[in-house]
């Protein structure tokens, strides 16, 4: 069985920071793409940004030069360091991790619980 589990989510100021982390663990063979997702009431779920395990990036337009996605594969964390937030960045955060198993199955998409970010103004 695999969990992603996330932590670092909280309150914060407009114009502070804050880090997430998100940790795969269980019957991992391999981990391909990581990523962070978010969604806010009211609209849909949408990426955020993405790695590989080579460790190429992906970011949306709206975090570009504000948020840092990177990955410990030793670790089989991922991490969102968030810079800058604005209230618009208020959402519940999701891990997503594409994974094979110990057991060759997937890979699949796994997501982890969700982590609530608010930001004030």
């Known amino acids: 069985q695999v969990q992603l589990v996330e932590s670092g989510g909280g309150l914060v100021q407009a114009g502070g920071s804050l880090r997430l982390s998100c940790a795969a663990s269980?019957?991992?063979?391999?981990?391909?793409?990581m990523g962070w997702y978010r969604q806010a009431p009211g609209k849909q779920r949408e990426l955020v940004a993405a790695?590989?395990?080579?460790?190429?990036?992906n970011y949306a337009d709206s975090v570009k030069g504000r948020f840092t996605i990177s990955r410990d594969n030793a670790k089989n964390t991922v991490y969102l360091q968030m810079n800058s937030l604005k209230p618009e960045d208020t959402a519940v955060y999701y891990c997503n991790a594409e994974i094979t198993t110990a057991q060759a199955m997937g890979p699949w998409d796994y997501w982890g619980q969700g982590t609530q970010v608010t930001v004030s103004s």
């Open positions: 269980g019957s991992i063979f391999s981990i391909n793409a």
């Open positions: 790695i590989t395990s080579g460790g190429s990036t």
